[in-house]
Structures are given as structure tokens and as C-alpha cells.
């Protein structure tokens, strides 16, 4: 049996809560355009996103570790899926739009420079002359104007919708700048949701990936202890074998403290789930949920405040 889109929007009504985004309500595009018979606005978007090159290209684009240091750590393209899974998660327990949710996650970092947040502040000074540089801002002129793959129009067209949560993102690193795009509301529900995964996921991840950092020098502080333990010169392996000794207690030390640092990090996810249930609690009892959402600090929430 297929589902039409027709159908798709119905179960949107019958399953999402009232301050969710519903896709029948979407403000358009800006090149209109026939939908499918069989895809949402938001899943139409989301496909999208997925078949461009800046989405390829975010797997050499550094998280926090450069790509050749090894396979095991994550790029901006594993981050940006540990995003998703997260994101999809929570708008799901929450009642919201997992589509438009998925959306935005895929496209919140396309327009992140190589070299991490270092990258961006060396291309930001260079381009001081010419307006700067912020990836929020690149990634709307990346779907709007530098992606090339239909006839009629620049970039990707997306729905307002994801073009103004592409804005509106915002984390420690990001703040946004919507002058086009109802500056003085927050982004909605969906966006705000989007802001909670990113945080949670780098949050997890780059100490994940720091402690395996930290491991591997300690395996290599091993092996030069070894080496020279089994050169002629006894006195200087002795001497060479006690440095390592001290290098290997110290990082043994810093792995165990980042290891204390997990607990609290993973006690912290819980009171952030129940912040997000009693804000939704909160949205089902106002008469008109949508307005809520864009008005208040629904789900502007750290790691930091949730402890």
C-alpha cells in the first residue's frame, strides 16, 4: 500500500502535538513548485540536502581531530549524523516534526570550513575586509545559491521553514543573524531541538574522542620505552624508561579525570529530557501552541544549566 502525501499529512494531524510543525502549514518555497505525490515539503528538503556535494564534503571536514590522524574519531559528517539520530529522538518523545527535525540537522554545519571552529576564525579574520565569514551563514548560501542541480532556479529551494532554522541556529558557537527572517522570534520548536542535539552530541563526542587521544599517546609512550630498553646503552634506557613512567602516571591521571567528567555529563542528559517534557506540558496547555513556541526560550538549554 503507498501513503500519499495526502495521507502523510494526515497522520501528521493525528500523531504530532499542537506546537509541532505540520507540513501543510509550511509558508512555501521561493520558486513555487509542484510537490511530490509522495513526500512531504520536509522530506523533499531533507533529500535534498542529502544528495548535495557540501554534504559529501563534510567527511574530511574536521570535528575536532584532523581526518588523517586516524578513522576512529569523528568528522563534521559522523558529527552531523550523531546529530540527527539525537535530533529525531527527541522530537519524536516531544511530538514534533522528526522530518523537518532531520532536516535540519543534516544542514545545520554544511557551511563549516575545513579545520573545525580554528578554520573559521582564521577565514573570518582573512575576510574581515569583505564582510567576514560565519558557516550559519555560508550554509544558507550554500542551499540558496552555491549548490547547481536544477534548471530553474539557484541552490536547493527549500521550504522557508528550513531556510529560517538554517539562520536561526544557535549553540555556544553559533549565534544567528535573521534579519530576513522574523528576527525577534526564536526559531521554532523544531529548530530549538536541532540546538539541544548538536550540544549533547559534541558534548559526548569530542570527550570520546579526546580520551581515545589520550590513550593512543600512551601507547606510543609504551613503545618508545620499549625500544630503548632493548638498546645497548642500559643507563640511557633507564633513564629514558622513568621519563616514560612519569609521562604514562600523568596521562593515566588526566584519563582518569576526564573519565569523572563523563558521569556528570551523562547525569546531565536526564534533567534535560525532563526540562523538554514539562516545557511540552506547558506548550499543550497554551491556546495557541505555535505562537508559544516561536515566542519563549523553549528548548535553549546547555549541558551547563541542565546541571
Known amino acids: 500500500m503507498l501513503h500519499t502525501r495526502d495521507q502523510l499529512e494526515g497522520f501528521e494531524d493525528q ?20 510537490e511530490p505525490d509522495y513526500r512531504t515539503v520536509y522530506q523533499r528538503d531533507r533529500d535534498r540536502i ?3 556535494t557540501a554534504f559529501r564534503r563534510l ?11 586516524g578513522d576512529y574519531y569523528r568528522t563534521r559528517l559522523t558529527h552531523t549524523l550523531e546529530v540527527t539520530q539525537i535530533g529525531r529522538t527527541i522530537a519524536r518523545a516531544l511530538g514534533a516534526n522528526e522530518d523537518l527535525v532531520e532536516t535540519i540537522c543534516m544542514a545545520h554545519d554544511l557551511g563549516h570550513p575545513p579545520f573545525g571552529h580554528s578554520g573559521e576564525t582564521i577565514l573570518a579574520r582573512l575576510m574581515r575586509d569583505y564582510g567576514g565569514f560565519d558557516h550559519n551563514k555560508q550554509s544558507l548560501r550554500i542551499v540558496t545559491e552555491l549548490e547547481h542541480r536544477y534548471p530553474d532556479f539557484p541552490g536547493l529551494n527549500l521550504s522557508w521553514e528550513v531556510l529560517e532554522v538554517i539562520v536561526k541556529h544557535e549553540t555556544e558557537y553559533d549565534i544567528s543573524d535573521a534579519k530576513t527572517f522574523n528576527p525577534d522570534l526564536r526559531g521554532n520548536l523544531e529548530a530549538q531541538i536541532t540546538n539541544v542535539a548538536d550540544e549533547l552530541a559534541y558534548t559526548a563526542h569530542d570527550l570520546d574522542d579526546g580520551l581515545r587521544e589520550l590513550a593512543r599517546v600512551l601507547d606510543e609512550r609504551h613503545d618508545i620505552a620499549e625500544r630503548h630498553l632493548a638498546g645497548r646503552d642500559a643507563q640511557a634506557a633507564d633513564d629514558r624508561y622513568c621519563d616514560v613512567v612519569e609521562v604514562r602516571d600523568e596521562v593515566d591521571g588526566r584519563l ?28 499543550l496547555a497554551a491556546e495557541d501552541g505555535h505562537d508559544v513556541v516561536t515566542g519563549v526560550h523553549l528548548l535553549d538549554l546547555t549541558v551547563e544549566c541542565a546541571g
Open 59 to 69: 567527511e574530511y571536514k574536521t570535528q575536532v581531530f584532523i581526518n588523517y590522524e
Open 50 to 52: 542529502l544528495h548535495t
Open 256 to 283: 582518569d579525570d576526564a573519565r569523572d567528567e563523563l558521569g556528570p555529563i551523562r547525569r546531565r542528559i536526564e534533567p534535560i529530557v525532563l526540562l523538554l517534557e514539562a516545557r511540552g506540558d506547558f506548550l
Open 15 to 34: 500523531y504530532l502535538a499542537p506546537y509541532g510543525m505540520h507540513s501543510k502549514d509550511s509558508k512555501g518555497r521561493t520558486h513555487p513548485e509542484d
